[in-house]
């Protein structure tokens, strides 16, 4: 089965165990005399790509081409600032010049770095706080005019008897 080469620079898909067998697959092509190009072509890669296979299966054996897990971009706060971060944020945005109880994801990206000297955008804030085990809260708005005595009473007097009238007068209603 030919696969079109992937050219865009982008890490295929596919699973750990497919990666690995398209690029064991690739050599065993390679060892039947294919060229690289040929190789490529059928297994859906570039011949660099083929190359480099090549190269690492030569060099470390079957470990040199074994899929490897991307360990990402290296974390700004350190473990003990992330610690740090949670106590911070648990006194509260009050205890830190804000005019409400709320943290926004501004203004922990602000704290951050007021108190760490580290860049964080915003949209990135929810990311780490997740980490840490936060997860996002809308607060609950009330009017103030909300009086609780007459919802109360009208949830215990009023409501039952219009779920009665309703129920009781068009079946295709209740």
């Keep these: 089965m030919a696969q079109v080469a992937d050219r865009s620079g982008m890490r295929p898909h596919g699973s750990k165990a497919e990666l690995e067998a398209r690029r064991f ?7 039947q005399g294919l060229t690289l190009r040929a190789v490529a072509d059928r297994v859906g890669a570039t011949p660099g790509s083929v190359f480099r296979w090549r190269h690492a299966y030569r060099g470390a054996g079957p470990a040199g081409v074994r899929a490897k897990r991307h360990p990402g971009a290296k974390p700004k706060l350190s473990p003990a600032q992330r610690v740090a971060l949670v106590q911070v944020l648990l006194e509260g945005p009050q205890a830190h010049g804000s005019a409400n109880a709320l943290w926004t994801l501004r203004r922990v990206a602000e704290l951050i ?29 009330w009017a103030r005019e909300r009086d609780e005595v007459a919802i109360a009473y009208w949830r215990t007097t009023t409501w039952p008897q219009l779920k009665k009238r309703r129920s009781g007068s068009d079946p295709a209603l209740s």
Excluded: E, I
Excluded at 113 to 140: C, N
């Design 25 to 31: 697959h690739a050599l065993q092509l390679l060892d």
């Design 113 to 141: 770095g007021q108190q760490f000297g580290v860049h964080y955008h915003p949209a990135h804030v929810w990311r780490l706080l997740r980490t840490r085990g936060w997860s996002p809260q809308k607060p609950a708005r």
